[in-house]
């Protein structure tokens, strides 16, 4: 989200706790073979799916812009339910929506190391509406809110669009929008982020190898620094060996291991943020579960 430096008072974070209540009731009425299904081929034949984990990155940039100078311990628990609203042969082949919570939990100068004494950093809500569409494309509009229940960083509000193709590359894009008071960059003005990316997968044996590579991109003030806007953010790429847990295909879903490599290069204020280096290098790695 925001550098760690700016300072900030903070909503609290009880949309993001009751939207996962809410879909959690709904579940039953939703889906009701959840538990009927044990021991058959589908664990899950109701329209809604529950995408969720733990992943632990060596350090937290997002978008390019660096969360913390003095990282110790992060992880950043995750979930997701997506419900199927509608299906069919048109020109639009499913109506979808997804709601879900996603966190950073530090230890490190920005967490519980830091002034505020308290490890949870970041809790974001989002709400997706997305499309199905022919030869494997996805158009989606989303809404996030980004807070910080520590108070490191001011609410950023955003609303995206997002165009996916599902094949070998795997091409998007993604245009968002700050709508709130703040933007991620702690600049005077409210930004228009741009990201293109891909990430191609192959098979290596029962594991999956992804090569996602993206870059970001300021379309207007999205990458202030010192009152003057740099469009180039940042150039990720990376690598990401994917490992499915045997036997863990299961009534409780399927589960897998997870962990990787992503070598960022900076832009001007990229690299300001990132304490004047041109480049750094992430590992992370995770467990995650699909129901």
Not at 99 to 119: C, I, K, M, P, R
Not at 128 to 149: D, R, W
Not at 220 to 229: R, V
């Amino acid at each position: 989200m925001m550098p760690a430096e700016v300072t900030i008072v903070r909503l609290r974070q009880r949309a993001a706790r009751h939207a996962l209540t809410c879909a959690s009731a709904l579940l039953l009425w939703l889906v009701p073979g959840v538990v009927s299904a044990q021991g058959t081929a589908d664990p899950n034949p109701g329209r809604l799916t529950f995408t969720g984990g733990v992943d632990a990155p060596s350090v937290y940039v997002f978008r390019g812009i660096l969360q913390e100078t003095d990282p110790k311990i992060t992880l950043w628990p995750y979930g997701d339910i997506g419900m199927v609203l509608a299906s069919g042969d048109g020109a639009i082949k499913s109506v979808n929506v997804n709601v879900g919570v996603w966190n950073s939990l530090q230890t490190g100068s920005s967490g519980s190391d830091g002034f505020t004494e308290h490890a949870h950093y970041e809790e974001d809500f989002y709400s997706t509406l997305s499309f199905g569409l022919a030869k494997g494309l996805t158009a989606g509009l989303t809404y996030t809110a980004y807070t910080s229940p520590n108070q490191m960083f001011n609410t950023v509000k955003e609303v995206g669009v997002k165009v996916a193709q599902a094949s070998r590359i795997n091409p998007y894009g993604l245009v968002a929008l700050e709508v709130g008071e703040y933007g991620a960059d702690g600049g005077q003005h409210k930004g228009t982020y741009l990201e293109l990316g891909a990430a191609p997968t192959l098979p290596v044996g029962r594991m999956t190898l992804g090569v996602p590579v993206k870059i970001g991109m300021s379309l207007g003030n999205y990458y202030e620094l010192d009152g003057a806007d740099h469009a180039f953010g940042y150039l990720d790429i990376g690598g990401l060996l994917t490992i499915p847990l045997s036997g863990a295909t299961s009534s409780f879903g399927a589960w897998n291991i997870h962990g990787g490599v992503d070598l960022l290069m900076f832009g001007d204020t990229t690299k300001a943020f990132n304490a004047g280096d041109s480049r750094k290098v992430i590992g992370l790695v995770g467990i995650g579960v699909t129901y």
